[in-house]
C-alpha cells in the first residue's frame, strides 16, 4: 500500500516543475501564511467582540465595539489577500495534495468563496447600520458563522491533505465514485480550536494593545478609554495563554501523535504559549501595542513552521519531500517577483505610513519624499512590464 | 490525473464561469474606476472644485466595500473553482506563473490596502498628498491588469512557449497586447455605468452631477468603441485558425453572441442617452446597465474559454488534462501515445486498475470502469451523472449532456456508441477518446446504459 501511495503521489506531480529551488517556495508559504493568519484571527476576534459588547458590554465596551465592527470586514478583506500568497506557494510545490483535497471537497471548496463574500457583506452591513440598541444584530451574528464556517472549510482542505491513504476510499469505495464533493473528509477539532478560536482572542487582544498605543499619541487622546482598552487587549492575550497550552497539547496528541510529532509539538506549543504569558506579563498596556504584535508574530511564525512540519512529515512517509521537488530556475519569473518585491514594499510602506500620519492630520515630509519615489517606482514598473513584451514584434 | 469533481446542481465549469464574469465585473471596474476618479480628484486640487470629493467618497465607499473586496475575493474564487473544475490545467498555470502572480499578489495587497487609506484618509490629509492615493491606486490597478491578461491569454496562444518553454515566451504571447488593450479600453465602459449608478445617486440639481454622468458616459462610449475596434482589427485576426473555426461552430451556442451583441447595443444607446440626456438618469438605469454588462461578460468570458476547445492550454493540454506536447526543457512529455498503448487506466492513481483478464470482464466491475473513464474524459466539458441537473419549468439545464448528445446522433446501442467514440476527434473541438479498445468499450456500455436511463427530456436547453 504504502508503494501503491509513493506512485500515486510521484503520478500526480506537475510535469512542469517549479520555477525556482522548492525551499525557497517552502519558506514563502511559511512566511505569508503568518500575515494571512493573523488578519483571519482577527476579523473573527473583532466581529465577536463587536457582538459582544453590544450584547452585554458597557458604556465604554460599547464605544469600543463600534471600532470592532468597522475593523472585522476591513480584516477580512485583507485577511483574504493576504491569503492568496500560500495559495499560490501551496499548490506548486504540494500540487498532488492541494487539488487532490480541492477535488475530494470540491462543492465546499467552490462554496467558500461565496461562503466568505456572505461574511463580509453581513459584517460591512453591521458596521455600517447596526446599533447597540439591537438593529442588525442578526447580520453580525450571521457573518461570525459565516467566518467560522469558511475557516472550517479550509481546515478541512488543510487535513484531507495530510491522509492520502485515505484519498482512494473517500473517492471511490468499491470503484463508485462520489463526484459531488459535499463530504467534509478530514478534522481535527483540537487544532480547529487553537488556530481559529484562540488565536482569535490574541489576535484581537494584541490589535487592541496597537490601538491603545497609537492613539494615545494624539492631543485629543482620551487616557482613560485607552487604558481601558489597552487593559482589556492585555488580559485577553494572557487569558488566551493556557487556552493556546491545551488545545496545543490535545492537538499534539490527537493528530501530531500519527505522524510521530507529539512529543516535538507538545514543548513548541508549551514554549509559545511560556513566551505569549511571560512577554506580555510585563508589558505595559498603553505603551506596549508593538512589542505585543512582535511576540504574537514571531509565536505565529512558530505555528506556522509545526503546521508546516506536519504536512511535510505526512507525505514523508511515501517518499514526498519538497527539497526533491523538480525545479528549473526561471530566471525571469525570479526577477519579475524581486523587482516587483522591491516596489510593493515601498509603496505598501507609504500607504501605512499615510494611514499613521493621518491621525495626526499631516504627513511627515520624508514621507512625502518616499511616496513621490514610490509612485515613480510604480510607474517604471508598469511601464517596464507592458513593454518588455514589445520583442514579439521586433 | 485527480479525482473528478462534476459539480452539484451546477456543472463545475459553469460554477467557473459565473464567478469569472463576477471578477471580470469587479475588478475591470476598479482599474478604470481608479483613473476615473483620479482624474476627477485631479480636477478637484488644480481646479479648486472640491465638490467633486463628494462623488469621490461616494465612489470610494461603494470600490472598497464591493469592487476591490469583492474583485478579490472572486479572483480566489476562481482559483478555487477552477481548482475543483481542473486542477491540472490551473496547475500547469501556476507552474509557469507563479512568481508572476505572486508579483500579482503584490499589486492587490496595494489596491485593497491602497482603497482602504484613500476612504479613510479622504479630508484628514493634505489634498496633495490624497491625489498621490489616487495615482497609486490607479497605477497599481493597471499593474494587476497587465499581469493576469499575461496568463490569461497564454492559455490560447502560448506563443513560442511551446518550444522553449520559458515563462517569458509564454506571457508575451501573440495575443497579450490586443487583448489587454481592448481590455483596457472596455473597462471604462463598464466604469461609465458604475459612475452613473453613484453620480445618480447624489442629490438632484447638482450641476456637476449630470456634468459626472456626461463625462463618464462620454468615455464610456470611448472604451466602448475603441475596445470594439481592437477586436475586428486586432484581437480577432490575431487569432489562431482554429479558434476562429470553434467560434464559428455549434460549440459556442448562438444565444451567446446574442448577449454579448445585445449587451453592447444596449450599453451604446444607454451612453448616448446619458450624454444628451443626462438628467434621466436613475439608479434602477444604471443598475439594469451593469446587470446587461455582466450578461455580456459572462457570454464574452464563455467564448474566450470554448474557442480553445479542445484544449485547455492551447496546444499543451487538452480539456480532460491531458498532456498533448512534449516539453523537454520542462521535462513535460506527450501523454497520448502511451495512453492509447498502455491504457488510461493505470493513470487513474485514484482507481485500483484491475488485476485479472476475468476481473475486468466481470460485468459491475466493466461498467463501474467505464464509468470512471467516462467521468476522466468527458466531465471537464459535460453533464454525465445527472448531478449537475436543474430542473427550470419542462427544462432541463445540463451542460452538453452527453446522454443527451448520443441520442441526438442515434447512438443508442453500444456498437454504435463504441462506433461514434472512435470517431469523435472529427470534430473541431474534440480530441480522440484515449485509451485501449477494451477501455472504450467498457466506456461504451456505462454510456449506453446513460442512454437507455429513461425518454429525453422535453427540451435540451443548451449552454
Redesign the interface.
Known amino acids: 500500500m504504502e508503494m501503491l501511495n509513493t506512485e500515486m503521489l510521484r503520478m500526480m506531480r506537475d510535469p512542469l516543475g517549479a520555477p525556482l529551488h522548492p525551499t525557497l517556495i517552502q519558506v514563502l508559504l511559511v512566511a505569508t501564511f503568518v500575515l494571512h493568519i493573523f488578519f483571519v484571527t482577527l476579523a473573527l476576534g473583532a466581529a465577536s467582540f463587536a457582538l459582544w459588547a453590544f450584547l452585554r458590554g458597557n458604556e465604554w465596551q460599547r464605544r469600543l465595539a463600534r471600532v470592532a465592527a468597522r475593523l472585522a470586514p476591513n480584516a477580512v478583506g485583507l485577511g483574504v489577500v493576504t491569503g492568496i500568497a500560500p495559495l499560490l506557494f501551496v499548490q506548486t510545490i504540494y500540487d498532488p495534495l492541494w487539488y487532490a483535497a480541492n477535488t475530494l471537497t470540491g462543492f465546499w471548496s467552490t462554496l467558500f468563496i461565496f461562503v466568505v463574500m456572505g461574511g463580509y457583506s453581513m459584517a460591512y452591513l453591521f458596521y455600517l447600520k447596526g446599533s447597540p440598541q439591537g438593529r442588525l444584530l442578526w447580520a453580525s451574528g450571521l457573518s461570525i458563522a459565516l467566518i467560522l464556517l469558511a475557516g472550517w472549510i479550509m481546515h478541512v482542505l488543510a487535513n484531507t491533505q495530510l491522509y492520502p491513504e485515505y484519498w482512494r476510499e473517500w473517492y471511490a469505495p468499491n470503484l463508485e465514485p462520489d463526484t459531488r464533493g459535499v463530504v467534509f473528509h478530514a478534522y481535527n477539532l483540537p487544532r480547529v480550536a487553537f488556530l481559529l478560536l484562540v488565536s482569535s482572542v490574541l489576535s484581537l487582544g494584541v490589535t487592541l494593545m496597537l490601538f491603545a498605543w497609537y492613539f494615545r499619541q494624539r492631543d485629543d487622546a482620551d487616557y482613560e478609554y485607552l487604558t481601558q482598552v489597552g487593559n482589556l487587549g492585555k488580559r485577553l492575550a494572557l487569558v488566551s495563554a493556557p487556552l493556546l497550552w491545551i488545545t496545543g497539547i490535545a492537538w499534539s496528541f490527537t493528530q501530531g501523535i500519527q505522524f510521530g510529532l507529539h512529543i516535538v509539538m507538545a514543548l513548541a506549543f508549551t514554549f509559545i504559549a511560556l513566551l505569549i504569558r511571560e512577554g506580555f506579563r510585563h508589558l505595559d498596556p498603553l505603551t506596549g501595542g508593538v512589542r505585543a504584535l512582535g511576540f504574537w508574530l514571531l509565536s505565529l511564525l512558530g505555528i506556522g513552521v509545526i503546521r508546516e512540519t506536519i504536512r511535510a512529515t505526512s507525505v514523508a512517509r511515501y517518499g514526498y519531500r519538497v527539497a526533491d521537488y523538480p525545479f528549473v530556475w526561471d530566471w525571469a519569473s525570479v526577477l519579475v517577483f524581486a523587482l516587483t518585491t522591491v516596489v510593493g514594499v515601498a509603496v505598501i510602506a507609504y500607504l501605512v505610513l499615510v494611514l499613521y500620519d493621518s491621525g495626526k492630520g499631516e504627513v511627515r515630509p520624508w514621507a512625502e519624499k518616499l511616496g513621490r519615489v514610490s509612485i515613480g517606482m510604480l510607474g517604471a514598473w508598469l511601464a517596464l512590464f507592458i513593454l518588455l513584451g514589445v520583442r514579439l514584434y521586433l | ?8 446542481f451546477v456543472h ?1 465549469a459553469m ?1 467557473v464561469a459565473i ?1 469569472a464574469a463576477f471578477h471580470v465585473l469587479a475588478s475591470h471596474l476598479t482599474v478604470a474606476a481608479a483613473w476615473f476618479n483620479l482624474y476627477l480628484e485631479r480636477r478637484a486640487v488644480y481646479e479648486n472644485r472640491p465638490e467633486f470629493y463628494e462623488y469621490l467618497k461616494r465612489s470610494a465607499l461603494g470600490l472598497l ?1 464591493f469592487a ?3 474583485g ?6 476562481i ?3 477552477t ?3 481542473n ?2 490545467g ?3 498555470l ?10 500579482e ?6 489596491d ?3 482603497i ?2 484613500y476612504y ?2 479622504l479630508g ?3 489634498p496633495r ?1 490624497h491625489l ?2 489616487a ?2 491606486l490607479a ?2 490597478a ?2 494587476t491588469m ?2 493576469i491578461v ?1 496568463i490569461l491569454s497564454f492559455k490560447l496562444t502560448p ?1 513560442a512557449w511551446l518550444q522553449t ?4 515566451d509564454g ?4 495575443t ?2 490586443p487583448m ?1 488593450f481592448m481590455r483596457l479600453s472596455l473597462m471604462f465602459t463598464i466604469t461609465a455605468a458604475w459612475a452613473c449608478l453613484i453620480a445618480s445617486l447624489m442629490p438632484k440639481g447638482s450641476p456637476w452631477r449630470e456634468h459626472i454622468i456626461r463625462r463618464a458616459s462620454i468615455l464610456g462610449l470611448a472604451g466602448l468603441i475603441v475596445g470594439a475596434l481592437i477586436w475586428q482589427f486586432w484581437y480577432y485576426p490575431t487569432l489562431p485558425e482554429h479558434a476562429r473555426q470553434v467560434m464559428a461552430s455549434r460549440a459556442v451556442p448562438a444565444i451567446t453572441y446574442q448577449a454579448i451583441l445585445g449587451g453592447a447595443v444596449l450599453t451604446l444607446l444607454g451612453l448616448l442617452v446619458n450624454i444628451i440626456a443626462p438628467r434621466m438618469q436613475r439608479p434602477i438605469i444604471a443598475l439594469g446597465a451593469m446587470g446587461v454588462l455582466f450578461l455580456a461578460i459572462f457570454g464574452a468570458e464563455r467564448t474566450r474559454e470554448v474557442m480553445r476547445k479542445p484544449d485547455i492550454i492551447a496546444g499543451y493540454m487538452s480539456s480532460n488534462q491531458l ?1 498533448i506536447a512534449d ?1 523537454p ?5 506527450n501523454e497520448e501515445a502511451r495512453l492509447n498503448q498502455e491504457g488510461v487506466l493505470g ?1 487513474l ?4 486498475p484491475p488485476k485479472t483478464a476475468q476481473e475486468l470482464y466481470d460485468t459491475q ?1 466493466y461498467w ?2 467505464g ?2 473513464l467516462v ?1 476522466q474524459q468527458c ?1 471537464s466539458c459535460h453533464s454525465v ?1 445527472r ?1 449537475t441537473a436543474i430542473q427550470v419549468g419542462r427544462h432541463e439545464l445540463r451542460l452538453r449532456p452527453v446522454d443527451e448528445l448520443l441520442r441526438m446522433r442515434g447512438a443508442k446501442t453500444r456498437e454504435s456508441i463504441e462506433a461514434y467514440l472512435n470517431a469523435i476527434g472529427g470534430f473541431p473541438y474534440m480530441h480522440p477518446v484515449k485509451g485501449t479498445a477494451e477501455e472504450r468499450a467498457a466506456m461504451a456500455m456505462y454510456l449506453q446504459s446513460l442512454v437507455e436511463e429513461g425518454e429525453p427530456p422535453a427540451a435540451l436547453a443548451r449552454r
Not at chain 2, 105 to 110: A, E, K, P, Q, V
Not at chain 2, 349 to 352: A, C, S
Open positions: 490525473m485527480y479525482p473528478t469533481w462534476e459539480g452539484v463545475s460554477y464567478v466595500v476591490y473586496v469583492f478579490a475575493l472572486a479572483g480566489v474564487g482559483w478555487q473553482t481548482t475543483a473544475a486542477p491540472r490551473i496547475s500547469t501556476i507552474h509557469n506563473f507563479v512568481l508572476y502572480w505572486g508579483a499578489w503584490y499589486m492587490f495587497l496595494i485593497v490596502v491602497g482602504i487609506v479613510y484618509t484628514r490629509v493634505n498628498t498621490k492615493l495615482w497609486i497605477l497599481g493597471t499593474g497587465a499581469i499575461g506563443g518553454g520559458a515563462s517569458l506571457f508575451y504571447n501573440p497579450y497586447y489587454l498532456v516539453i526543457s520542462r521535462g513535460a512529455r493513470q492513481p485514484f482507481v485500483k466491475r463501474k470502469i464509468k470512471q467521468l466531465a451523472s448531478q
